[in-house]
């Protein structure tokens, strides 16, 4: 069985006490209200990971994640935060490859690739981020763009390091506009997604590979996306910044 996952991505959200705030509140939720077999992940802004991860104490299905991390383990990269050092403050996930990663700061498939091997070699977990543009999707190749997405930056990993990544399929055009993708549009992807994986590593492999939606999913449609057979969970945005719709999404499978 896959691993349910729903992980809510602050972006550049809140202040040091509304981050404690939204943590605990979450927390608490978690604690009473969400099934032991879906896991959730909070990724607040670096600044307040240590924080945010100690609101996750004793609660096993909850656990913290950075929005990204540099590919190198140290140097001078002023204003970067590495893999070895989020695993030395306790920290089990990154979100690699967001495309406001890719848009704003020019992240490329082979500097991801590179990422991903930081975080793997210090036992992060990497959700990796995929999806393609509006121009892209009406211009029909958009499958096999995110399929490429996942070749060059992914498929140069061993079959048990691919096992560890988490993948999330979020189209550009549905990050906060509003504009879902349809179930149907999602699964199309996510089983194609789990097809291409399958032709490189085997159908077990693809078939453990947690694929979760990112893009205006909220407490509303997330139950709707969650029933295909293909979507493992959600990659939230807006809708993970207050608690109760957050946790309404996390109770949507
Ligand atoms: P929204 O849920 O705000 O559309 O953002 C999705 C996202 O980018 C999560 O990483």
């Known amino acids: 069985m896959r691993k349910k996952i729903v992980a809510g991505n602050w972006k550049m959200n809140k202040t040091a006490a509304e981050a404690v705030a939204l943590a605990a ?3 608490a939720l978690v604690k009473s209200d969400v099934p032991s077999n879906v896991q959730v992940i ?13 609101a996750t104490e004793g609660i096993a299905n909850l656990s913290v994640s950075a929005q990204t991390c540099h590919e190198k383990a140290s140097g001078a990269y002023t204003g970067e935060i590495s893999a070895p050092m989020l695993a030395s403050a306790g920290v089990p996930y990154v979100i690699l490859g967001h495309s406001e990663r890719r848009q704003y700061f020019q992240e490329s498939n082979a500097q991801l690739a590179a990422k991903v091997d930081a ?7 990497p959700i990796f981020c995929c999806g393609e543009s509006l121009e892209l999707r009406e211009g029909g190749e958009f499958l096999a763009f995110v399929a490429q997405q996942l070749t060059e930056s992914l498929f140069h990993l061993s079959a048990e390091a691919f096992g ?6 979020e189209p550009i055009w549905a990050i906060g506009t509003g504009l879902t993708a349809s179930s149907a549009q999602a699964q199309e992807m996510h089983a194609y997604l789990r097809q291409h994986i399958a032709g490189k590593y085997g159908q077990a492999v693809a078939d453990a590979c947690s694929i979760l939606y990112g893009g205006s999913c909220n407490a509303q449609n997330a139950a709707e996306l969650f029933a295909c057979a293909d979507v493992d969970g959600g990659l939230i945005g807006g809708a993970s910044l207050k608690a109760g719709d957050f946790i309404t999404i996390a109770k949507s499978f």
């Open 25 to 27: 509140e979450v927390a």
């Open 42 to 54: 909070m990724a607040p802004p670096s600044l307040f990971i240590s924080e945010v991860n100690k």
């Open 164 to 169: 560890q990544v988490v993948i999330a399929y």
């Open 119 to 125: 975080a793997l070699e210090n036992k992060l977990t």
